[in-house]
T-cell receptor, first 114, second 115 residues
Framework: DGGITQSPKYLFRKEGQNVTLSCEQN?????MYWYRQDPGQGLRLIYY???????QKGDIAEGYSVSREKKESFPLTVTSAQKNPTAFYLC?????????????FGEGSRLTVL | AQSVAQPEDQVNVAEGNPLTVKCTYS??????LFWYVQYPNRGLQFLLK??????LVKGSYGFEAEFNKSQTSFHLKKPSALVSDSALYFC?????????????FGTGTRLQVTL
């Protein structure tokens, strides 16, 4: 079955450590997105990529980095510069970056900073 | 700037009763509107969208939504609620220009359906 796989589902980090969240899709989608979800705040866009080898900052990119070396993969690194990284992180994709399209989401990764 | 308001943090309804989850929006031009559902510790799932045409949009799991341009609303409805409908519901809006990344989500409404 096609879908988006995020790993790990749960991750604990000590302050000062970088962590990388994996996002893999086998839907053959060009566009991929990373969102952060905090209670009571809805979803906020961190980074997005419309095509391989290209990505753009979203609304809250500070303290995060991404790469898009393969169409299937869009990993997110939460760096030590991110002041409040504890959150639920969601990866999503679309066939292409069109305004009428709906997002397909992964199951999410919950990051907790100890 | 575009925005979405979901005025109710939680909606409680008895199984078998109709449900409404409210959403109002603010956007320049004609809006593209979406509803997503999230079950606990899971990703979001697409329910339905309004792009153009009929103001009443039908979606997955028996849900529907009515687009009202004069009231800038896009309320989610279901004629008969099920306990399994209990989840967090998000409304989202895009402008017709720009990119798909310019999608603004509401803060979510938790639906609790009881027996």
């Amino acid at each position: 079955d096609g879908g988006i796989t995020q790993s790990p589902k749960y991750l604990f980090r000590k302050e000062g450590q970088n962590v990388t969240l994996s996002c893999e899709q086998n839907l053959n989608h060009d566009a991929m997105y990373w969102y952060r979800q905090d209670p009571g705040q809805g979803l906020r866009l961190i980074y997005y990529s419309q095509i391989v080898n290209d990505f753009q900052k979203g609304d809250i990119a500070e303290g995060y980095s991404v790469s898009r070396e393969k169409k299937e993969s869009f990993p997110l690194t939460v760096t030590s510069a991110q002041k409040n990284p504890t959150a639920f992180y969601l990866c999503a994709s679309m066939p292409s970056d069109t305004v009428t399209g709906e997002l397909f989401f992964g199951e999410g990764s919950r990051l907790t900073v100890l | 700037a575009q925005s979405v308001a979901q005025p109710e943090d939680q909606v409680n309804v008895a199984e078998g009763n109709p449900l409404t989850v409210k959403c109002t929006y603010s956007v320049s031009g004609n809006p593209y509107l979406f509803w997503y559902v999230q079950y606990p510790n899971r990703g979001l799932q697409f329910l339905l969208k309004y792009i153009t045409g009929d103001n009443l949009v039908k979606g997955s799991y028996g849900f529907e939504a009515e687009f009202n341009k004069s009231q800038t609303s896009f309320h989610l409805k279901k004629p008969s609620a099920l306990v399994s409908d209990s989840a967090l519901y998000f409304c989202a809006v895009r402008r017709p220009t720009g990119t798909a990344s310019k999608l603004t989500f509401g803060t979510g409404t938790r639906l609790q359906v009881t027996l």
